[in-house]
């Protein structure tokens, strides 16, 4: 074989292109990331391992974790309550505090629609500090026009107007008394009568009508104040 009969392949090696380096650099960047995702995977397998470990060598401790837990999150829910509890009590004391207090409030019998106990409200203000006074008021068969009868019970206010009966004098009880007047203003006249006094003091002739039956119809009083 002559030489003249021999092909000879020649390769012309060229320099890479940019397009070639980038797609190396990608290459590498995707195999450290592997790398690292397989170091961070180990990496979670050993302290799985090491707190399996630790747990089935200290199961107590686990076990007083737990409770000491459990014990934190009652405290504090009880904590949570009491404080909403006393959040709902301010509330409800500013609810009661902005509502107006009632003058007197009436209780009608159930059984006996001419008997009512009414409760007279007497604000901080007056001498007798926010206490209630409980009154017995029966309407007679000839009401309206015969008086209603009206006594104190006890505790009774001390009072110039009121004797220890709990008989009281109040002119519209008696002589000034009409058919027209309602009970709501003989009621609302009480009320000022004893929001109004400024002294604790007994009427000067309690003693004529301490033993009498309280609202009795048949005793004279001397109204000493008509104002009231």
């Known amino acids: 074989m002559g030489l003249s009969s021999i092909k000879v392949h020649t390769k012309t090696l060229l320099p890479p292109t940019h397009r070639d380096y980038r797609i190396q650099q990608e290459l590498l960047e995707i195999e450290r990331q592997q790398q690292q995702l397989l170091q961070q995977h180990e990496q979670h397998l050993v302290r799985r391992r090491e707190q399996q470990q630790h747990h089935r060598h200290h199961p107590q401790q686990q076990q ?5 837990q459990q014990q934190s999150d009652q405290q504090q829910q009880q904590s949570d309550q009491q404080q909403q509890q006393q959040r709902d009590n301010q509330q409800q004391q500013q609810q009661q505090q902005q509502q107006p207090q009632p003058l007197f409030t009436v209780y009608v019998h159930p059984g006996n629609m001419r008997e009512w106990l009414v409760y007279l409200h007497l604000p901080a203000k007056s001498i007798y500090k926010n206490k209630n006074f409980l009154l017995r008021l029966l309407l007679p068969q000839q009401f309206p026009f015969k008086p209603p009868l009206l006594h104190f019970l006890k505790p009774i206010p001390v009072h110039p107007h009121v004797y220890s ?3 009281i004098c109040l002119n519209l009880l008696g002589k000034d ?3 027209s007047l309602s009970l709501f203003k003989l009621l609302l006249s009480l009320f000022s009568m004893l929001n109004e006094n400024k002294k604790h003091k007994p009427p000067l002739d309690d003693f004529l009508h301490a033993a009498a039956p309280p609202g009795s119809t ?4 001397i109204y000493h104040d008509d104002d009231l």
């Open 165 to 167: 009966n709990g008989s």
């Open 177 to 179: 008394w009409h058919p």
């Open 64 to 68: 007083q974790n737990t409770q000491q």
């Open 218 to 221: 048949d005793v004279e009083y």
